[in-house]
């Protein structure tokens, strides 16, 4: 069975400075698709970032990026000029599409606050 | 980008009654759709997959004769919480799958909005 380790339970950085989250993960297989959701005091889901594992380029979008490296399993989220608004609560996803099941496995979260 | 949509977004319910909460996604085909529970400060705990056409597919603990899931067509799944009593007071968050056919955004897991129950 697939896990997903978030090691980090919380952290904390200034706004405008970087941060990384990371994430772990645990599989035999070659074909997944790892994510990143940002959960705010809303409670809703948002994606954040996806990334296909045969694509060696990291994901980029905006502010956030990926540092996905297969070979150790770890798919870490980097987070740039932080703001105010990317306190939520962060989780790393996997999903594996073999057997067609396409069930996610979610890590435990990360919560992180942005300090002004 | 996929949107999915749930509603009610917050529901009070007698203890005893049951209550349906409804999951849409609205631009695409989802042969797939997962029911999650979120407990305070906690991660998503799934509770079934919902296939299209075919019965759920249910956790472990969890009791199918108290969550009924439906799922009849294929933007639509709906989670009904059966004699509902003040444990199942909870956030329910269901998702789902942009099948592999939409290019950049298949196979990527969309979530509602979610739904806070309180039974009362």
């Known amino acids: 069975a697939q896990t997903v380790t978030q090691s980090q339970p919380e952290m904390s950085v200034q706004e405008a400075e970087t941060v990384t989250l990371s994430c772990t993960y645990d599989t035999s297989e070659s074909n997944y698709y790892l994510f990143w959701y940002k959960q705010p005091p809303s409670r809703q889901m948002i994606l954040v970032i996806r990334q296909e594992a045969y694509k060696q380029q990291n994901a980029t979008e905006n502010r956030f990026s990926v540092n996905f490296q297969k070979a150790a399993k770890s798919f870490s989220l980097k987070i740039s000029d932080s703001q105010l608004g990317d306190t939520a609560m962060y989780f790393c996803a996997f999903m594996n599409p073999a057997g067609g099941s396409y069930i996610p496995t979610f890590g435990r979260g990360t919560s992180l606050i942005v300090h002004p | 980008g996929a949107v999915v949509s749930q509603h009610p977004s917050r529901v009070i319910c007698k203890s005893g009654t049951s209550v349906k909460i409804e999951c849409r996604s609205l631009?695409?085909?989802?042969?797939?759709m997962f029911w999650y529970r979120q407990f305070p400060k906690q991660s998503l705990m799934l509770m079934a997959t919902s296939n299209e056409g075919s019965k759920a597919t249910y956790e472990q603990g969890v009791e199918k004769d108290k969550f009924l899931i439906n799922h009849a067509s294929l933007t639509l799944s709906t989670l009904t919480v059966t004699s509902a009593h003040p444990e199942d007071s909870s956030f329910y968050i269901c998702?789902?799958?942009?099948?592999?056919?939409?290019?950049?955004?298949?196979?990527?897991?969309?979530f509602g909005e979610g739904s806070w129950l309180t039974v009362v």
């Open positions: 998702s789902a799958r942009a099948p592999n056919r939409q290019g950049a955004t298949g196979n990527t897991i969309y």
């Open positions: 631009d695409f085909q989802a042969t797939t």
